[in-house]
């Protein structure tokens, strides 16, 4: 890239790698697997030039717990997956959640179960990214929906993990992870990073997990003189294991409160002709591309349709819809399955206004044509 020519064409998972690096991700432990190779491909090239580290791993199970170790050392460390790897991390995924460990997992979605479309687009994982590990726990999930958004939202989950010391999960679809687009990013130097809060006591006073009062506990990084024991059980402020009801329950609420304190600044929403619409497209993903053209179209007929656009799916933004429901007679919402995130628009909806859903698990794109098709038929 010249200076003459700021722009770039660049892969949705080159722009996820290079997310990643303008964020400060150092570390990459992770196992190859379609459709996300090309991530682990480029960082296996681009860390080592930056004095980071690549390994891979015998399986993703590994993987995972590579990064967990990675980041317990102090280092901001990524993953990545397809679905089936995605199943396999998800008894590490509630380790860090309980430990409270930043890492990021990046799963580009592919058709399932198990190994079903290993090259076609699918959005079948949404649900397993927020309930896939048992427990009580919450989680930050964002879907981006261009190639741009990629690069941006990788920086986004990287910060996310290290400000509120939890795991986030970045969601692509096979469409965005493969397509290619002309995007002009900034200098890393323009790019806004968070680093962990680091303990700014002797170490003899440090107590690992006792909440700032922003919710989030700072983390001494292992080597730098503060011994604290990390442990998957239920744990008090000190990070030892406890069965006493009252030190269970503040250690799960306060996974939940530090979420909550953040939950505007995590929920990534955009609203495209919302003013004056009285039907609405919720989208995410690759869907979002149909979504808008379906759009555009029915406006020009004179349909006043606009679109919700989700880059966050959880914690579910719900005044995305709260706010204009008022307004609303219908609401449709796309998806690349069954109805996931069909089902919390539902429940947010409340029986306010009719909501209808339309959905492909073939591995083929939802086209405008038919999100055209379904809104009028709602409309009419």
Known sequence: MSKANPYRLMQGNEAVAEGALAAGVRFFGGYPITPSTEIAEILSVRLPELGGKFIQMEDEIGSIAAIIGASLGGAKALTATSGPGFSLMQENLGYACLT???????????????????????????????????GDHPIIVLSPSTVEEAFFY?????????????????LLDEVIGHMRARVELPPWSMI??????????????YVPYERSSMGVSPMASFGDGYRYHVTGLVHDIKGFPTGKPREAQENIFGLFKKIERGF????????????????????????????????????????????????????????ALEHFLPQLKTILVPELNMGQIYREVVRVNSGQAVVEKINKINGEMISPDEIIKSMRGLTR
């Open 100 to 134: 409270e460990t930043p890492i990021v997992i990046v799963n580009v979605m592919r058709g399932g179960p198990s190994t079903g479309l290993p090259t076609s687009p699918s959005q079948g994982d949404v649900m397993q990214a927020r309930w896939g590990t048992h």
């Open 154 to 170: 990788t920086v986004k989950a990287v910060n996310f993990s290290e400000k509120y010391r939890n795991p986030v999960i970045l």
């Open 192 to 205: 806004e990073t968070v680093n962990r809060i680091k303990p700014n006591m002797p170490p003899e006073w």
């Open 264 to 319: 505007k600044e995590v929920c990534l929403v955009d609203y495209l002709e919302m003013e004056d619409a009285e039907h609405a497209i919720v989208a995410y993903g690759c869907m979002v591309l149909s979504a808008r053209s379906a759009m555009e179209q029915l406006r020009a007929d004179g349909v006043k349709v606009g679109m919700i656009k989700l880059g966050t799916l959880w914690p579910f933004p719900r005044f």
